[in-house]
């Protein structure tokens, strides 16, 4: 199994990914990491918790950064996720406490505790990820890979025209990331666009997997109507998800090796784009997607779930 850290600001997509993550037996999942985002890192820890809990795992927690590397703090993103992160789904306080640990020391200790195995998958903006990579110098050489949800190469934004929103949140943390010599894969919209999941999916999987099937269900009513708020009837994006099933089916995704930078300025802030001519690592951008295949994978085993 794939030793997996996820980063997250959950989030309705978020929630998704995790479930996933406890389902699949090809993960082992040894903890999250919890950034701002979708919600503010404090909603996000306490959020993660109670993923954790429902989902029956005891594993570690590390609350982490609260504020982009060099903008100024911003405001959540409550229309598409509700004032809590799971659209109507009243607040609960968990009964867990994140770990000690910030983050990024959390990170750092991961990775060199599993030199060369782990994966880590953010799925938020990359704060923690670029102040792991400052911290500590092998960082970058003790992941295996860092397989993102953000970005867009050839798809637009969706927070701007430009930019998509976990990129945009920090910019100059996805730089860092970019330029940190990491094997990184970028899941971006090029794919999550492309993998649309309707009331219809969820209403079936609260059927199979009524426990935590039918909590998912609930979060989709909200997320579903923030869709049809911007004209997309046919579905919402399962782009947290698509990132977690990278990392254990790469052969789902065409990825295309792209130097890439990230624009920290001006209209085009936050927007991932090509930079051929640099030295940098290439970046695995993901450019297609086997949809059916994700989308089956992804129900199929939700419905494992109680
Ligand atoms: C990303 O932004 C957040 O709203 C989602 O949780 C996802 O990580 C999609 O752009
Ligand atoms: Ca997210």
């Known amino acids: 199994a794939v ?14 990914a995790i479930f996933y ?13 919890t950034v701002f985002g979708n919600v503010t890192t404090d909603i996000a820890t306490r959020n993660a918790l109670r993923l954790l809990e429902a989902a029956d795992l005891e594993l570690p927690v590390a609350h982490g950064a609260e504020a982009p590397l060099e903008l100024p ?10 004032d809590e992160g799971f659209g109507d ?7 867990g406490q994140p770990v000690d640990e910030d983050a990024a020391d959390f990170l750092c200790r991961m990775a060199r505790e599993h030199k060369g195995e782990l994966v880590l998958c953010p799925i938020g903006p990359l704060t923690n990820i670029a102040l792991a990579i400052q911290r500590d110098p092998e960082f970058a050489q003790n ?10 190469l050839n798809e637009g934004g969706n927070i701007t025209p430009h930019a998509e929103a976990n990129i945009y949140h920090d910019p100059h943390s996805a730089d860092v990331v970019f330029a940190s010599g990491a094997k990184v894969v970028m899941v971006g919209l090029d794919v999550t666009h492309r993998i649309l999941c309707t009331k219809a999916d969820f209403t079936a999987i609260a059927a199979q997997a009524p426990e935590l099937g039918g909590m998912l269900q609930e979060m989709s009513v909200f997320y579903l109507k923030f869709y049809e708020t911007v004209g997309k009837f046919d579905g ?3 782009h947290d998800p698509a990132a977690v099933i990278a990392c254990t089916h790469p052969e789902l995704f065409e990825t295309q090796p792209v130097p890439m930078r990230v624009s920290c300025e001006g209209e085009t802030s936050g ?5 051929p001519d640099s030295q940098r690592t290439p970046v695995d951008v993901c450019i297609g997607v ?17």
Do not use: E, N, W, Y
């Open 73 to 82: 703090p911003f405001t959540p993103s409550a229309h598409v996720h509700g």
């Open 21 to 33: 993550a406890a389902a699949a037996s090809d993960i082992d999942l040894l903890g999250l990491t």
């Open 89 to 95: 789904i009243p607040a609960v306080t968990p009964k």
């Open 143 to 152: 992941v295996a890979r860092i397989v993102i949800m953000g970005g867009s």
């Open 236 to 238: 919402c994006s399962l």
């Open 3 to 16: 030793k997996m850290i996820i980063d997250t600001d959950p989030g309705i997509d978020d929630a998704m």
């Open 271 to 275: 927007a991932t784009l090509a930079d």
């Open 290 to 306: 086997q949809s059916d295949a994700v989308k089956t994978l992804f129900f199929k085993r939700l419905s494992l779930l109680p």
